[in-house]
Every structure is written in structure tokens, then in C-alpha cells.
């Protein structure tokens, strides 16, 4: 990804006496010139309040599919996302937020609905490094559209985070789920949320302290309910020392299309499901020896 640098500003500064924003003329220019060919670019905070004031940001920007934000460390200044600096690139695919101090990605505030059309097209959203990050907000009625059309959601090193939606929503076109060090997480998923995923493909759970379980059960789940991963192909759970089960429920989990599974370091895991489970293809677990227990149970989900 393209990284831009606007870091050293010495001579030759235009400054912004609305906003207090030193610009270096010279690297404007060099912007100017660079990014109308670039389909992915990375700005931090200095960078997108610099093209924020520029009369022609959406011709800049109108090439970029993934766009990186960084080091946005006034994130209580913004409340959120800049939002109305996305929609100048409208062409926008993936998201990825990094080393930033926001607490909140999306507010619960219904945005105008231009902002609403922008987020719906987002096939990819990452977050990584996010230390303050409490929510991402997946959960607000009015963000339904994004998250069904989300392909790909990545989460990596955001302690703070307990939970990745808080009530009902749709997951429907999502393929690649990536947790990594979400020191807060307990559970991913109830049941009724997990239902959702019928085009997962690819799941990763690493070093994730807390998590004792993937997809958790509800109170009125019954053996008669089934979870159907119909496109998982490969489940991979790594360095998770209080996982005990991948699900909870009584559920009956069908996976017609997992061939891999892959239990790395996870001490305390007693089954793989309360209920049964249907996994045609699937020819055996990969264990390291530390989990040779788990071996116990590979032949129930044969």
C-alpha cells in the first residue's frame, strides 16, 4: 500500500489558519500528481485534513478501492470516522483503520443517506491496533446494508473490543473472518448471529486470551435447530487458552464443505459442539502436541 509523507514540514509551509493545519507546499504538489494513479493509498491524520480542503479531493481520490487511515490520535476532536472525507472517494472497496485512538468506528447516529450509500459498497473492513476501540458500532439499525455486504472483516489487536455486534444482524455475503489479539472478546457469535454466515469460507481465531467459545448457545436453542456453514472450507484456531468448545449449543452443525481444521495451543478445549455435527469431506484435525486430547473428539465430527 502507498504510503504518503507529510511528516516534515520546514520550508516552504502554507498554513490553514481555520483549522491550524501546516500544509508543505512542495508535498501537496507531489500528492497532486501521485494519487489520481493509485487504487490504494494510506493517510494519516495530516494527510486527509490537508486534501479535506482541496477543491478537486474527489478527482484525487476518485481511483482508490483501498484506502488505509493512521495515527489518528485526536480521535476525540472527531468523535468518529471522518466521514465526510469518504465520501470524496467514491470508489472505495476496502477500509482499513490502524493505530488510531477512536473508541467507536460507526455512531449510533443515523448518517444522511449518501454516507449510508458509501458504507454499502464496502466489500472489506480492517481494524488493527486500535487500543481504545470499545465498539464498532456494526450494531445501529441504519448500518444493516454494510454489513450484509461486507466480504471480509479483519480485527487485529483491538484489547478493548468485547464484542463484535451487540444485537441481530446479518453477516450474509461475508467470506474471510480474521480475529488476532482481542484480549476482551469472550464469544464471536450466538447461534442466531452465526446463521447469518452462509458464504463464510475461512475462519482465523488467534491469540485471542479470552475467548471461551466461537458461536454461543441461546436460551431457546433446541437439538431441532441447525447452524449451516454451507461454504466453510477451513477453521483455524490458534494460541486461545480458555477456549473450551466451538459451540456451546445443542445446535446440529452442518459444515458440507470444511476440509481443514486446524487446533493449535488451545489447552482447556473439552468438544468441538454440544450437538452433532456433519462434516462429509472434512478428513481429520490438525493438532500440535500440546492438544493431542483433541483427537478425542475428531472422530465424533467423522
Known sequence: MFALNSQNYQEGQVKDHQDGISVDAESLFSIQKVLPKLEEVSLNEKEVMMLWHE?????????IKCLQLYCFHNANELDTLPFAFLLNVPNMETLAIACSDFKEIFPSQKLEGEYIRKLAQLKGLRLVNLSQLSTIGLEHSWKDRLCEN???????????????????????????????QCHGLE???TSSKAKSLVRLKEMCIEECKSIKEIVAKEEDESTQDEIIFEHLI?????????????????????????????????????????????????????????????????CVIL
Do not use: W
Open 55 to 63: 477543491k478537486s479531493e474527489e478527482a484525487l481520490l476518485h481511483n
Open 150 to 180: 461486507l466480504e471480509v472483516l479483519q480485527i487485529q489487536r483491538c484489547p478493548r473490543l468485547t464484542n463484535i455486534v451487540q444485537s441481530a444482524v446479518s453477516f450474509s455475503s461475508l467470506k474471510e473472518l480474521l480475529i488476532n
Open 187 to 189: 464469544c464471536l457469535f
Open 234 to 298: 477451513k477453521i483455524s484456531l490458534n494460541s486461545l487458552p480458555y477456549l473450551t468448545t466451538f459451540h456451546t449449543g445443542n445446535s446440529s452443525l452442518k459444515l458440507p464443505s470444511l476440509h481443514k481444521v486446524i487446533i493449535t495451543q488451545c489447552p482447556k478445549i473439552i468438544n468441538f459442539s454440544q450437538g452433532s455435527i456433519s462434516a462429509p469431506i472434512l478428513l481429520g484435525i490438525q493438532v500440535s502436541q500440546d492438544d493431542f486430547k483433541i483427537m478425542c473428539f475428531a
